[in-house]
């Protein structure tokens, strides 16, 4: 998650932790901030093997 410059992140460890829900650290952001979300999938082979997938929008 990236704001204002500043990233943050959370790492799944291993399978069974990506077999579950993943709690992460919130964050404060003020109307009109935009964030960032980014997450690399779990793919050893394939199209999406080491690239991340992100996401971004702005705060309402």
Not at 27 to 49: D, E, H, I, N, S
Request: one cysteine or more; hydrophobic letters at 35%.
């Amino acid at each position: 998650m990236t704001r204002g410059g500043h990233t943050y992140g959370a790492e799944v460890e291993n399978t069974v932790a990506a077999e579950s829900y993943v709690y992460t650290l919130m964050t404060v952001t003020a109307p009109g901030a935009v964030v960032r979300a980014c997450f690399q999938p779990a793919a050893k082979t394939g199209a999406a093997q080491g690239r991340n997938e992100c996401f971004e929008g702005r705060v309402h």
